[in-house]
Nanobody, 126 residues
């Protein structure tokens, strides 16, 4: 059984930074593409960032490009989302997701992912 556990959320002032972590257990993490999504109150869940299984390719939504960085540590079965220059509009529950298809493609919709974490709250105050 695959489990994804997020951590690192919290309350931060605008302009600050947070690093989210997502640890995967139960399967071969090294073959999974990983993604981060977020859902703000009253809004649909949206794609934030993703990284392919090798770590060589990343993709970001336009609103976080240049501020957020996704990375992975295969030795720790963990994917990270470093978030800098945070804005109030980044406030949301952030979800980690895993794609087990072992392909070169990175998916930016939630239908492309097979496993999900429970989410971690990020709140950015103005």
């Amino acid at each position: 059984q695959v489990q994804l556990v997020e951590s690192g959320g919290g309350l931060v002032q605008a302009g600050g930074s947070l690093r989210l972590s997502c640890t995967v257990s139960g399967q071969i993490f090294s073959t999974y593409a990983m993604g981060w999504f977020r859902q703000a109150p009253g809004k649909e869940r949206e794609f934030v960032a993703a990284i392919n299984w090798s770590g060589g390719t990343t993709k970001y939504t336009d609103s976080v490009e240049g501020r957020f960085t996704i990375s992975r540590d295969k030795a720790k079965n963990t994917v990270y989302l470093q978030m800098n220059s945070l804005k109030p509009e980044d406030t949301a529950v952030y979800y980690c997701a895993a794609d087990r298809k072992y392909s070169s493609q990175i998916f930016i919709t939630d239908r492309g992912y097979d496993y999900w974490g429970q989410g971690t709250q990020v709140t950015v105050s103005s």
